[in-house]
């Protein structure tokens, strides 16, 4: 095992067994994506009455925060069909990413946010196998941006590592982060800086190759591995990703969010014991564009 190999959590669900006389199929939510460990990929039935979503005790599912109202939203069978409905919350229901004025029918694979909390609906005979698959899904990828997460660049980069040496081809790595992050969370809120950092995975993402990996490193922070790209390429998509973000307009909720980003670039030295070494070297360029006055590219 590497020095960077992570533990993999294991989230036990227990739920109710499904039946024949369940007329809507295997219709659930799922929770993707939460601040709360315990609610992480835990499933939900959905059966003929409503599903209750928010802070107070009475509800099914009780999510905590401050963004949470007491009585936040539900789901509503109405036929054969299930909609969202906001219950009045004072920071409103969403559905892939668009806040509902009041209803909203759901589709299958709907992603469903309630506070920092999102939930993916199921719907259809299928049910089953998708819930699996999305259970699966977690492991590799971040709820929130649904880009990869940390587990699969480690295991990504140290296929990467081995390649490069067997093959004697270059290796790059850029890591960046958002600049005043801190900031855009104290002065927009949190459901803003969430936003922010789906909109960022967005804009990014369309700038990645398909042999390429774009991972969320944690918090605000984010890494593409470079496969044989020499350093001024790296540098050269760093640049390019540094203005597409200045430039994106960054709107929630009709306010304008201005988002610049810092990055460094490394590549992989003979020198180089571990992958993580050039993770260091990368984050070391990162930390140097910060200081030097942040919104730029260091390698």
Known sequence: MSEFDEKT????????????????????????????????????????????IGRGADNTIVLEGDSVSRRHARLERRGERWYACDEGSTNGTYVNEEQI??????????????????????????????YHEEIYKMTIV???????????LYESLEREVLRARRHERDLCLVMFDIDFFKRCNDQFGHLAGDY????????????????????????????????????????????????????????????????????????????DKTANDLI???????????RSGRNRVCS
């Not at 759901?106 to 719907?123: A, E």
């Not at 971040?142 to 699969?152: E, F, I, P, S």
């Not at 070391?284 to 910060?290: C, P, S």
Request: net charge neutral.
């Open 280 to 290: 260091q070297r990368a984050d070391a360029k990162l930390y140097e564009a910060k």
């Open 196 to 271: 922010v950092l789906r909109e960022l995975a967005r804009v990014v993402q369309e700038r990645i190759r398909r042999d390429e990996v774009f991972a969320r490193y944690g918090g605000e922070e984010f890494v593409i591995v470079l496969p044989e790209t020499e350093l001024d390429g790296a540098v050269l998509l760093a640049e390019d990703i540094r203005a597409k973000v200045e430039e994106h307009r960054f709107v929630f909720q009709g306010e304008r969010i201005p988002i610049t980003v810092s990055l460094g670039a490394a590549v992989m030295l003979e020198s």
């Open 142 to 152: 971040d709820g929130l941006t649904q880009v990869h997460n940390k587990r699969y």
């Open 9 to 52: 959590r294991v989230t036990q669900v227990v739920q109710r067994p499904l039946s024949e006389s369940d007329s809507t199929g295997n219709d659930c939510l799922v929770v993707i994506y939460t601040k709360e460990p315990t609610l992480l990929g835990k499933r939900f039935v959905l059966d003929t009455g409503p599903l209750r």
């Open 101 to 130: 004025p009041k209803e909203r029918l759901l589709n299958n694979n709907d992603r469903i946010k309630v506070g920092p909390t999102i939930l993916k609906y199921l719907s259809g005979a299928d049910a089953e196998a998708k």
